[in-house]
């Protein structure tokens, strides 16, 4: 794997490098090793995937707080999204700055997601699917959200019409 770090410290592109033979190929997606290596956080407790049936489809900008905080490991298994992230960290230099990078089953690209981000996409085809890592079980008491539309933060997303769920639209403004 190749780790690249975003403009958001701690936030990293993971290409996978894959062994190529006359079958198709074989590539590491994830290794404790480099991990630790890379001073991401090594530890998994819980995988989940989303489907999302319509290109537009957009979910997030969603969050843990303490001490529930999570990291992530994103990658698209069918379609393609664009994936965002948000620092959250107050003492962060980067704080509510966004980073965004498109994931796609072609491209095979992971994006590492600290604890301390706000994490959202939009699908950019139809019949998308994403999988999760995660460091942390999920707490609904300690779930939150930033709206995926804020002024203040100005997330420029790439699909006009937009469908999302009545619970992404009611989260609160940065502000509020």
């Not at 770090?5 to 033979?21: R, S, V």
């Not at 933060?153 to 940065?174: E, F, M, V």
Request: aromatic share 14%.
């Amino acid at each position: 794997m190749v780790f690249t770090e975003t403009k958001l410290k701690g936030a990293f592109i993971i290409d996978l490098e894959p062994i190529q033979d006359e079958r198709g190929f074989f590539a590491r997606t994830w290794c404790k090793k480099e991990f630790e290596a890379h001073g991401l956080n090594p530890n998994l407790v819980q995988c989940n995937t989303s489907f999302n049936r319509k290109k537009g489809t957009l979910r997030g900008m969603h969050y843990q707080t303490a001490p529930y905080e999570e990291a992530k490991l994103i990658r698209c298994t069918m379609g393609a999204i664009y994936d965002v992230i948000i620092d959250i960290r107050k003492k962060s230099k980067a704080y509510m700055q966004w980073f965004a990078c498109e994931l796609t089953a072609e491209n095979r690209k992971m994006l590492y997601v600290p604890e301390g981000f706000a994490h959202g996409f939009q699908t950019l085809e139809d019949n998308t699917e994403v999988f999760y890592q995660m460091s942390e079980s999920y707490y609904p008491e300690y779930s939150r959200g930033l709206r995926w539309d804020d002024p203040a933060i100005a997330i420029k997303w790439p699909c006009q019409d937009i469908i999302i769920s009545q619970h992404d639209n009611n989260l609160k403004y940065y502000h509020d």
